[in-house]
């Protein structure tokens, strides 16, 4: 969070101080100041504004639909929809976001573009002019000298925003030109690029704070002053011409992989997310939370996780998950006997966790999809089972809370069912969903290529004929509303109506879901489809309902549903100006890497503070993480710390014999990220969760920190036992390894927590947390008793390719050079080939080798062969041969586990029966 923003969030936490928390429209001031922009202005000026956001969305969903193609007009390249797509977000970051006049934020805001004109002077070649660089470096700090009112636009401020745009949109209108020139830039780029850089910096201050500029304006600075630098990481130094093509003209920079995902993907599904909460989904998955857990111990804060996932699922961002939720779920938190600070950090862990949840994980789950280079599938599948889990332990964490404190749940609308038929009846929906579930699939299936020319439109009415079922069932109901939480709840909602009244909303998810993991589209075609099915419910709801239940003044609800839809399509985009910002701004870090070869140079770094162990790079990288996600977005922050220090973990892993897959690492940068929107100092989502229920906000971050411990535990988990992210797992093992990881989990919880049955003594603590590990990696226990591989001299590497089954992993350690040829071991791993013979398979994996008296140098290495992809090349020296040996299932380290879980289990429930016995 930035410092600006953690003032502003501590101000208004002050303000709530003493009376309980902030009115609604404090609240929305709050999310508008961090999401949205906190500038609003009415009249004309506010229109154009609302036009503009309005404009953005329509123009993000012609270029992802098929029309353009169909109608052979107004198709984009990925590089012009870049273009557009920046120079939305600079114009609407300069008239949306006021610039803050706090003596740090006017001293930063100065020094930057002081900074970066000296810099782009002495980058300069000889010969090039240089006079105008001042000129604009003096113009952009006599802007922001002027100041910038809240209420209004002044005129220095439509200047920014119109020359950000014009920078943004130069490569789309001169692109002929551009290439003819390719690096070879001309005054008139250096002049735009210059433009470009100062005024994206200055956005970036803006709508996400000092942090990321600060951060992307060292990596500039470190472009030109690499020779400069410490020894470990010098360079030649990059010219301002190079520069000037890298980061602006090209696609290496700020138009690179980051804006591209945010143009073509992230954009559509924050704006199918807007369409939905629009239209009620998110009141509506509060109520159904409600109605289902708010019984229970804890039964808000319970209510509270799981409507904070659901709306997870629609919204990449925490504050205004926190405040959506909060805002009802935080005073009947309080009620039921949380602290304020309790009730804060309940809403926090669950709010931020929602960015873990596929299917959209904030803008991450696309992003994982350029940077490690596997379907989109693939990234949901592996990201899935963590977070579930995660979720899962959170309820469990709450219980674990309302039991110390011996808590109620909230009145129960109607009396529970005898539990037999409440078994009877959940198997008969689950059995029910599971019959539709299958009847949906093999219909469409049968369908698709019955009617090929017209399968589109025949699932369209189908889609329409249940959507009209649906809203008959939801008419019959009393329509939903959010219930005041600071009033006396008398009785709960009766589950039964409140989820039949809007589960028209699911439809549209059920496209998305569809689309992505059924007929495998792009993620932004399918949020394209989804976004549009929500379009069409959005005009549509209203006017139906109003005839189905009488209502009358059909013309009003039709007109009430297209307010809802404008309305939906400028949050959507107002929501993304930060996105789009941040991710172009964290192209200037990546291209800065790219340019100056700075990664090398940070996995010797790493390295020497590491010292070679695998642990302590973990830790290092978590701890990066941490500190940059202080002032950095989730998703800058996951694009920087991914850039940086993935790859370093997957070749150090590589040097200490740890074959880490590229995803997993990705997913620890992640989670880490996602982590400091809960660690005080800087939480913003603990600030704005303290603002709702008037607690303290350091308190609120430190009890959501430990809330958040599990996930913190999970990347370190997942990183050695690679089964939690369902790689190279069938659904059989996927399901035990979910159920085991899940009990694993809650043991976890019970520890950090302190409470399992009843309050734990410390060795029962230590216990646990000892079973928990078990259960997540028995392989480290089962290791120690039969090792898993067998040593084989080099020598006899053909006799190990013969003896080792095809598809089945050899570990070679090889001694070899890096890339600045310095001496390096590591480990390959090369899964064996089919073949008659050892040499056979060795020739098939790409392998061609010299034995010098005992010594196997590798002679050469087959272009595009497994051996290297492996990262084998000649001249290698094969030092040691794993092969794999016979082992003992991993799983037989449950039994010694479940023991210990039994003795604590008989430990626990003998005090615990004397204190209730002691109680009564």
């Known amino acids: 969070m930035s410092d600006d923003k953690q003032f502003q969030s501590a101000a208004v936490e002050q303000e709530a101080s003493g009376k309980g928390g902030l009115s609604q429209e404090e609240l929305d001031e709050l999310v508008a100041s961090t999401d949205t922009g906190g500038r609003s202005p009415s009249g004309p000026i506010g229109t154009f504004l609302l036009l503009t956001a309005l404009a953005w969305s329509l123009f993000q969903l012609w270029v992802a639909s098929p029309l353009p193609f169909m109608l052979n007009f107004g198709v984009f390249n990925q590089a012009d929809t870049r273009a557009v797509h920046l120079a939305f977000a600079l114009f609407l970051a300069f008239l949306a976001y006021p610039s803050q006049r706090t003596p740090a934020q006017m001293g930063l805001a100065l020094v930057v573009p002081a900074l970066l004109t000296v810099f782009f002077m002495v980058g300069a070649k000889e010969g090039t002019p240089i006079w105008w660089i001042p000129v604009i470096g003096i113009g952009v700090i006599a802007a922001i000298l002027l100041g910038s009112p809240k209420d209004r636009i002044p005129a220095w401020e439509w200047a920014l925003a119109i020359l950000g745009a014009v920078a943004s949109l130069y490569t789309l209108f001169f692109s002929d030109q551009i290439a003819t020139r390719v690096g070879a830039p001309i005054l008139q780029d250096f002049v735009i690029a210059v433009i470009g850089l100062l005024l994206l910096l200055e956005a970036t201050r803006r709508s996400l704070g000092p942090a990321l500029m600060i951060v992307a304006t060292v ?56 369409l939905l909460d ?9 109520q159904v939370a409600f109605s289902l857990m708010g019984h229970m111990r804890g039964g808000p804060a319970k209510a509270a996780v799981v409507s904070s996932a659901m709306t997870g699922l629609i919204s990449g961002s925490s504050i205004a998950n926190v405040v959506t939720t909060g805002t009802f779920t935080i005073p009947l938190m309080k009620r039921v006997g949380f602290s304020s600070e309790k009730a804060g950090a309940v809403e926090v862990a669950s709010s931020v966790n929602g960015q873990i949840m596929p299917p ?14 596997i379907p989109y599938f693939d990234v949901v599948k592996h990201a899935f089972v963590p977070a579930v889990i995660s979720y899962i332990a959170l309820v469990y964490i709450v219980h674990l809370e309302a039991m110390k404190a011996n808590m109620q749940g909230l009145p129960r609308a109607v009396e529970p069912k005898p539990l037999v038929a409440w078994l009877i009846s959940t198997s008969f929906i689950i059995a029910s969903i599971c019959a539709l579930s299958f009847a949906v699939y093999y219909l469409m299936g049968w369908i698709r290529p019955a009617f090929p020319e017209t399968a589109g439109y025949i699932v369209f009415v189908l889609l329409v004929v249940v959507y009209i079922g649906l809203l008959y069932i939801a008419s019959k109901q009393p329509p939903l509303k959010m219930e005041d939480p600071n009033k006396p709840v008398e009785k709960l909602p009766l589950p039964g109506p409140t989820v039949k009244s809007g589960l028209h909303f699911i439809l549209p998810v059920v496209v998305l879901v569809w689309a992505l993991m059924v007929d495998r589209l792009s993620p932004g075609l399918s949020a394209f489809w989804a976004a549009s099915f929500m379009i069409f419910i959005l005009i549509t709801q209203r006017p ?3 005839v189905m239940r009488n209502a009358g003044d059909i013309a009003g609800a039709t007109r009430a549903g297209f307010i809802d839809l404008l309305e939906g399509l400028v949050a959507g985009a107002r929501n993304m100006i930060g996105i789009g910002i941040a991710t172009a701004t964290a192209g200037i870090i990546v291209g800065a890497v790219s340019q100056t070869g700075v990664g090398s140079a940070l996995a010797d770094v790493v390295e020497v503070l590491s010292g070679g162990n695998i642990m ?3 830790a290092l990288t978590a701890i990066l993480s941490l500190i940059l996600g202080m002032g950095l977005p989730t998703t800058a922050n996951y694009i920087v710390v991914s850039a940086l220090l993935a790859p370093v973990i997957v070749t150090l892993g590589q040097q200490n014999g740890l074959i880490v897959p590229l995803i997993a690492v990705h997913l620890f940068v992640f989670y880490f990220g996602i982590m400091a929107d809960v660690t005080p100092p800087v939480g913003l989502a603990s600030f704005a969760a303290a603002a709702v229920s008037g607690g303290d906000p350091i308190k609120t971050g430190v009890v959501a920190f430990f809330y958040s411990l599990r996930t913190a535990a999970l990347p370190f988990l997942f990183i050695f036992n690679t089964d939690l992210l369902l790689i190279d797992v069938g659904w059989v093992q996927g399901i035990f390894v979910f159920v085991m990881s899940t009990i694993a989990m809650l043991l976890f919880a019970a520890a950090t927590q302190g409470w399992f049955l009843t309050r734990n003594q410390i060795h029962e603590t ?5 079973i928990a590990f078990t259960f997540f990696r028995p392989g480290f226990w089962m290791d120690m008793v039969v090792s898993p591989f067998e040593s084989v001299p080099p020598a006899q590497i053909e006799q190990a390719f013969g003896d080792t089954p095809p598809g089945q992993d050899l570990r070679l350690t090889v001694d070899g050079l890096n890339a600045v040829g310095d001496p390096v071991t590591f480990t390959a791993l090369l899964t064996v080939p089919e073949g008659e013979t050892g040499a056979d398979r060795i020739a098939a994996a790409g392998i061609e080798y010299l034995n010098n008296d005992g010594t196997i140098m590798i002679d050469n290495v087959s272009f595009g062969s497994p051996a290297q992809d492996a990262g084998l090349d000649w001249d290698q020296e094969i030092v040691e041969v794993l092969a794999p040996a016979p082992q003992p299932t991993k799983y037989l380290m449950y039994l010694p586990a479940l023991a210990l879980l039994a003795l604590v289990v008989f430990m626990q429930r003998g005090r615990a029966q004397r204190r209730s016995a002691v109680a009564a």
């Open 616 to 618: 302590a790079i973990l």
């Open 544 to 546: 139906i309902l109003a």
């Open 766 to 770: 230590v216990l646990l947390l000892l």
């Open 360 to 373: 959209v994980m904030g803008a991450a789950a696309f992003l994982m999809v350029e940077y490690v280079g």
């Open 219 to 274: 990596f500039l600075a470190y472009t030109f002053l690499g020779p400069y630098m410490p020894g470990i990481i010098a360079h030649k130094g990059n010219s301002l011409s190079e520069v000037v093509n890298h980061q602006w003209i090209t696609t290496e920079g700020v138009f690179g992989i980051a804006l591209g995902v945010s143009a073509s993907f992230v954009f559509l599904f924050v704006l199918f997310g807007s």
């Open 278 to 286: 629009k239209a009620g989904a998110g009141n509506y998955f509060i």
